[in-house]
């Protein structure tokens, strides 16, 4: 949990003097891998099980002089004899409706190594068991795996604070994370999770940026809804593309037409592995604006090529961190027309189609994108990253090249497969509106930084500056009762701020409309100077309030437990001198274990991934009506009960 610390200063101010070195590899020399699927298992269910695992992938990067193997933290799938090092990890893909479980075991022993930014006397290299590189002491190897976009019970959200598998010991290893994928709203009572793109990570308070760099985050969580209209599909096909047959040593990668692209950016240099200095390692360094790399990498591999047909493709594309925001557009090789593509998907599923010359995609935000290559057949097209405000574009957070310049590239054939004639216009699914949920209550947030924090205030209560911390949650919505949050940006930077749990509707951005692209979401692009108006209303689970002693607060009882220790101003604001309405602390001495047994948190954070672990993240409660109630299952139907 979060602790005052002078470390964050100096952090902050490393990062402003290092920066990042520039290189350059041979782009476009390396068909893109389609991640492996986890579907429907041979005995009728969706159990899927995924282990923790230190693995040498073998990521090569043309241009660079050596061709070791890269040393990834992977979610890698078990049960198939010799375990895969997944990178990224596998994509998850379920019916809605269908209860999944996915039982995670953490065998990662790097992680357990105690020299959180080189290679301890194990040969373990930058483990978390002695502190992190933001400077939290403790150890930090515990795993909490969060399904972002999903609507579950916090003890299987993967709350950042409790409910950890641990590296080490005999207990607590593994952990069984269940999602019933039930969910109703307003223009949606089929009783299921609407279609939709989702994925996985860790989410382990204070750690989550060094854990994701390093490989563990990135797989694609998709629900299929047979109450969507139809979408490009195809025939089905393994890693490498070809069709898939089920032949001995081919492995399940989806669809023809229906492609998850993860694109993230690495850094790769020289580290101590195991005790031998090798080359193509990728060294996490915390910077306080948002630690970046100068390789763009799909779905682990640096700036691949794509051989595709002449036909309509459904591109499922998710920028898992850690901070560099993409501006997307297409373009003939040797052209500088822009090539229109048409988003279809928003975070929380199908919306309207929108045609977009430029998709600007945030971290953790997912956008579906139909491309129609028809007009293209033998054809040359570049995915690009649009870096020039001239153009459209930004370069978020600061470190841009040539060589973040270009994403990937689309070889285009001249035959199809399959043909399905699908008309993009009718790819639309009604959502709810600002006018479906009146709210009873109204929050403020604003997203700010001090010198040392990324923090959170809470302007509807006061000016005092928040900093994350387990014992104590800033809001409490009661179940089944809409209200309206305003997310508010005063900075020169760029925020992707994330609401665990429940879908929102977007009222205003900026005091005027909202844009087409952005209705229907869970992770906000907060740009500069920006401020977006949402509703939402929690249904289903609910957790218990926490707070001890009966007897209330003394000054005896550790900080944070029972006080606003955790909340400052630099504002010119007053503090307040006790808890607050919606400022309330969890837990005594032993916050963590009565919150769990209360039934955990959800959490409320930017998902600028290092911005997130200097504190810019808050908690939540969801209230019974009457209060005093942990729920855990989805009520019958869905949305239905109050306590």
């Not at 274990?593 to 954070?605: D, I, K, Q, T």
Request: aromatic share 8%; glycine share 10%.
């Amino acid at each position: 949990m979060k602790k005052c610390s002078i470390f964050y200063g100096a952090i902050f101010f490393l990062g402003l003097l290092g920066g990042t070195a520039q290189a350059t590899h041979t782009k476009f020399t390396q068909p893109l891998k389609l991640p492996p699927v986890l579907g429907l298992q041979p005995n009728g269910t969706y159990n899927f099980s995924i282990s923790l695992e230190a693995k040498d992938a073998d990521i090569s990067v043309p241009g660079l002089s050596s061709s070791d193997k890269t040393r990834m933290w992977t979610l890698s799938r078990t049960g198939l004899g010799t375990l895969v090092g997944d990178f990224p990890p596998p994509t998850i893909r379920v019916k809605t409706g269908n209860t999944t479980q996915l039982t995670v075991a953490n065998n990662l022993n790097d992680i357990q190594g105690t020299d959180p930014n080189g290679t301890d006397s194990s040969g373990r290299f930058q483990g978390l068991a002695n502190g992190t590189q933001n400077g939290i002491s403790g150890d930090h190897s515990e795993i909490s795996i969060h399904h972002h976009g999903s609507h579950v019970a916090p003890v299987s959200d993967g709350w950042a604070c409790g409910f950890y598998i641990k590296a080490s010991g005999t207990a607590n290893r593994s952990f069984t994370y269940t999602y019933f994928l039930q969910e109703n709203d307003a223009k949606n009572n089929t009783n299921n999770e609407r279609g939709t793109t989702e994925w996985y990570h860790n989410h382990r308070v204070d750690a989550t940026g060094h854990t994701v760099w390093k490989g563990l985050g990135g797989g694609m969580f998709i629900i299929d809804d047979p109450a969507d209209p139809q979408l490009p599909k195809g025939p089905t096909v393994d890693t490498t593309g070809a069709l898939f047959t089920g032949s001995s040593g081919q492995v399940f990668a989806g669809f023809k037409y229906d492609v998850s692209l993860a694109i993230r950016d690495l850094q790769f240099a020289d580290a101590n592995i195991g005790g031998t200095i090798r080359h193509n390692q990728i060294p996490y360094t915390f910077t306080f604006e948002g630690s970046t790399g100068d390789h763009i990498m799909v779905n682990g591999v640096p700036q691949p090529f794509f051989k595709v047909e002449p036909t309509k493709y459904l591109f499922r594309i998710l920028v898992p961190g850690n901070s560099r925001k993409y501006f997307l557009r297409l373009q003939q090789l040797g052209s500088t027309t822009n090539i229109a593509m048409v988003q279809v998907m928003q975070d929380a599923g199908i919306v309207s189609p929108v045609s977009r010359t430029i998709i600007p995609i945030g971290i953790a935000e997912r956008v579906g994108i139909v491309i129609d290559f028809g007009p293209f057949a033998g054809k040359t097209l570049i995915l690009q990253n649009v870096q020039s405000t001239r153009d459209g574009g930004d370069c978020v957070p600061g470190n841009c090249s040539t060589a973040t310049s270009e994403i990937m590239q689309f070889q285009v054939g001249t035959t199809v497969t399959q043909q399905e004639n699908i008309n993009v216009a009718n790819i639309t699914r009604a959502v709810p509106t600002p006018s479906d949920l009146t709210p009873v209550v109204k929050r403020s947030f604003r997203f700010d930084r001090t010198p040392a924090f990324w923090v959170i205030v809470r302007e509807d209560l006061d000016q005092a500056d928040r900093i994350m911390d387990c014992d104590r949650y800033d809001s409490d919505p009661v179940i089944n009762t809409a209200e309206e949050w305003t997310f508010r940006n005063p900075g020169n930077w760029t925020h992707s701020i994330h609401t665990h749990d429940v879908d929102q509707v977007c009222v205003s951005r900026n005091g005027a409309s909202c844009p087409a692209s952005d209705q229907f979401k869970e992770t906000w692009p907060l740009a500069p100077n920006t401020t977006f108006v949402v509703r939402l209303k929690p249904t289903d689970f609910t957790q218990k309030d926490a707070d001890t002693p009966a007897g209330g607060c003394s000054s005896s009882q550790p900080s944070g437990d029972c006080s606003n220790a955790h909340l400052f101003s630099t504002t010119g604001g007053t503090v307040p001198s006790a808890p607050q309405n919606d400022v309330v602390s969890d837990g005594a001495t032993s916050p963590v274990p009565n919150v769990e047994a209360a039934g955990g948190r959800y959490m409320l954070h930017c998902h600028v991934i290092e911005h997130e672990d200097t504190a810019m993240m808050t908690q939540f409660r969801v209230e019974s009506s009457p209060d005093g109630t942990t729920r855990t299952t989805p009520c019958s139907p869905p949305g239905s009960c109050t306590q």
